[in-house]
Each structure stands twice: as C-alpha cells, then as structure tokens.
C-alpha cells in the first residue's frame, strides 16, 4: 500500500443522494414522501460524471438503493464511464434505527438493486452518518460475513489509535475487511475532518488546502475525498422550514464546492477504492446481460364503466410557485387512490398571486380534462378561495385542502366515506386523540389550541379543531352560508355558521405537518384579534338569532361571560 511521490493515488467518493434525502432534513421529511419531490439527482450525477471525465479522474459512486430502484439507468451509467458503484444501504438511515439483523437486510437487499442494475458486484459501503469506532464498529463484523470487502464510514477522534487515522486492514471472526476512514488533521486539541463535503464548503479554503496538500506529502496511506452530487447543485428548491442550523450547514456556500473540486482534481491523482485494492477485475458479473427498460403497458378502457361518485378537490393558491411541483407530484398518487372509488376533479383557484403561480399552475395542470384553474383579480382570502372553488363546483361532495399540502391529502379517500347522508361536514382534526402534529412550531400549536378552546365555548360542536383547511363538505349545506370574513378566519366561520345552521359536524383524525417550501401568508397578530371579533359574532348569533358586533379588544373572561350567558338562556328555552 506504500507510495512514492510520482505515483501516489488517492480516494474520490462520490455520493449519490438527493437534497430531499440528506440528515440535516431527517425530522422533516419522511421516506413516504420523497416521490413527492422533483428529483434532481440524475442531471447532477450526469454533471459529475462529466467533471471528471474532464479530468480524467475515477471514484467510487455511493448509491443509496433507493435511487438504483428508482433510476437504474443513471447507475449503468455510472459504470460505463469507467467507476465504481457502492452501497450507501436502501434509506440513508441511522444505525440507531436499526438492528444488527435489519442492517444486515438493509445493505443485502440494497445489494441486489444494486447488482441488478450494475451488472457489478457491491464490494463497499458508506454509512448514512459518520460512524464512532468505540460504538459502532460491530457494523464491520456485519460486512465482513456478508463479503463486503471495505467499508469507508469512520470518522476518527483524538483518542482513537493513530492506524485508525488511515487506511487499515480489520480483522472480525476470521475475516479482514478494509476501513478507508474520513482523513482528517490533528490540531493538538481534536481532529478536523478535512476530507470535502460541508467541511470544504464552511471551513475557509485556505486552511484545507494546506491540510490536504500536508497529507499528500507526509502520509503514505491515500486521502480520501468525498462529496454529495447535490453539492454541485446551487440552483436546488430551499426547505424553508428547517432550522436556521439546518439551512446553513445544507445551503451556504453550495457554489463554492464545484471549483473547489476541480482544483484538488486538477492537482491530485484520484481512483476508486476497488482500483486502490487491485480488485477492479473481480467486479464483473460474469452472467450479467442488460436488459432493457421495462415498457410501459397501455391500458385500455373498458368500455363497461362502474359508476363513480364525482367529487371535486379545490385548492387555493396565494404565491405558491415554490410548492407546486411537490403538490404535482403528491397529486398524482391522490388521484389514483381516489379514482379506485370516485371520479375527481381538481379546481385551483389563484388568489392574485404576484409571483408565477398562475402561469405554473396552467403549465403543470392546464392541459388536463378534469382540471379548472380560476384567478381572483384581487387578493381576497383562503377562505373566499375555498368559497370560490364551491361556486364552481358541479359535484355534491366537495373536498378542499392546503396547497402545501401540510395535511396528507391521500387521506382523503378515508374522509370522503364519512361524508354520509346525516353528514354536512368532515374535518381534519390533528388535535383530536389520534391525530397528531409533526415539526409545527409551539407558538402556532398555542395559538390554534387556545383558539379552538375558544370555539368550543361559542358554538354546538365540541371539536377539538375549528380552523383546518382540510375538509370534506356537503356542497348543499355551505354553498349559501353568509360568510363575511375571507382569509384564514373565514375558514373557521363557514364551521361556524354550519354548526349554528345546525348541521352535522364529523372530525377526522390526521397529522398536521410544517410547511416545507415557501411561509405561511398568515398574519399572526391580526389572526388572533380577527378569531375574538368572530367569535362575539358567533357567540352572538347563538344566542340572539342575530351578529351583534363586539369590540376587538374582547378578552378571553368576556368570552367565557357570553358562553355562560348562552348556556343560562338555553336552560331557559328548555
């Protein structure tokens, strides 16, 4: 393993992920949901590939097994330009999320993706996260019984032996397996991490450049090089709801990594890590034959059709161009659900958006039959959105949802059945003993509690949500309802004037989740003052058949004075 100066290679790893897929956006996003994003990984694998057949250079490609299932073209590609593939396991998940015996299944079942689509034996594998020696080295054993031959995971620290620091051989239950650890410098105080990725991006350059050009010189085993395509990607759709953390450690500085990788390819020698171990001729399976995509099969329809309820599905939008390409892509598994029972149709309504909304929406649904797209020439509302999709509705059960898709609208096939003939109204109630939330900030779960303790004090319906977007409703029932307020708060009125109509209420259990493109259009402080005067409206109207406007300075004992004044005069009328 000993090299001069004039021959010496070192590692490139290349990590092939998408930005959906990454740790710092674990908690907010879910393995169910990633083919709801537009996937940029293969144009920037395809972009990678070309850099470094610029230069020459070959890598080892981590593949996450989840992208080989989904695009084994791009993992083909991958080897016909000369490289190697490896494992990066099915998910990208933690250990701590695993068994032994599951991570065992995890990098088998990501090995028979990955094979099938290679024709190339998995011979390494990276880890989701960078691994501990003290606490994480059973892995080794794992791999090694399953005749992986190097594993490239482990981030050394100041207390570890100095051979752990670089490449070194490891031998578990009579079998040896190569560690490639992540290179890193010692300060005296700790060790840096100076192998690429966040770490090129964040620390300044100069500092990495002498550090890596130190290890080049002095150390005989190869420094290891890694980076993520995504990182080549400055142009990528920003999450805006993760942490400002988050935000800095996935965003800054994204255009600084590519010319940051061409110079060190420029300056180094790099290679794959089976071509490193000699081992590039026993990749091949010998068996392997390409098989072609499979095609797609055309479906004719039958002539004899079912009848199917028709419901309508209408979605406000208010400067929501960021989100639209997830909502495209959640819609199409939505309306397959649905259309196993139901024959949907989609109304959009434009709420005078000053961004691209309008035009995407025709791009992305105008062209579709069951599909209307209606503008607001002026601001107006969610509310009157939602008021506005009714009008236009042909259907008796009319469905409305958030654009961000903050409530997973694939529970709509459940909610729609509740819609019985005793039945007016169906909502999502993420406050009701089953639902639950996801990643929402406290003071917003605050405000919308406080707010429906509120409700429940001035109107007929004890719910546990008042103010959900996500309903089911009875077209009949609302079509004519007197709604006055048409933001945010004239979604709890349309509830509100229903229940005191005296139709029937039904909460849906579900999970709310943060926003993940784009900010809410709600204005808090106004929102909270806006809910008192609906509520002295409300409460008003209950009592005295009749609104009866109330200062908005209204407080909350105001309030529980008018409940107990309605409870009194309703004993009375008994």
Known sequence: MIQTATTKKHLLTVLVEDYFHVGAFEKLIREGNWSRFDPRFENNT??????????????????LGWIAEQNPKIVREIVARGHEVASRGFY????????????????????????????????????????????????????????????????PIQKDSKEKRFAHQVHTNGKAIWEFPYSTTNLGVGLLPISGGNYFRQ??????????ENWSKNCDAPFVLYFHVWELDPEQPRISAASNYNRIRHYRKLDKMEWVIKEYLNRYNFTSAAEF???????????????????ILEIAESKIQNLKSKTSIVIPCYNEELSLNYLANTLRSVEAKLRENYEPEFIFVDDASTDRTFDKLNELFGKRENVKIIRHETNQGVAAGIMSGLQAANTEIVCSMDCDCTYDPHELAKMIPLLTKAVDLVTASPYHKLGGVRNVPEWRLFLSRGASFLYRRALRSKLDTYTSCFRVYRRSSVIDLDIKEKGFLGVAELLGKLDLKGGKILEYPAVLEVR???????????????????????SSERLFGKSVEIETSLTKENLEVISKEGKLAANKRR
Not at 111 to 118: F, G, K, S, T, V
Not at 277 to 282: Q, S, Y
């Open 92 to 155: 990208n998940r933690s250990l701590s999320q695993l068994t032994p015996e599951e991570f065992r299944e995890d990098v088998r079942k990501t090995n028979r993706i990955l094979e099938d689509a290679a024709g190339q034996k998995v011979i390494g594998y990276r880890a989701a996260e960078k691994l501990n020696y003290e606490k994480d080295a059973w892995i080794l054993s794992v791999l090694a019984e399953e005749n992986f031959v190097y594993d490239a995971s482990f981030l």
């Open 46 to 63: 395809l972009k990678t590939l070309d850099l470094l057949d610029e230069f020459g250079a070959k890598a080892t490609f981590f593949v």
């Open 203 to 212: 620390i300044p350059h100069t500092l990495m450049r002498h550090a890596v």
């Open 516 to 538: 993940l493109f784009g900010f809410s259009k709600m204005k808090t402080a106004r929102t909270i003052f806006g809910h008192l005067k609906l509520l002295s409206r409300l």
């Open 277 to 295: 171990l000699g081992v590039n001729d026993e990749l091949r399976i010998t068996n392997y034959e390409l098989r072609s995509e499979t095609p």
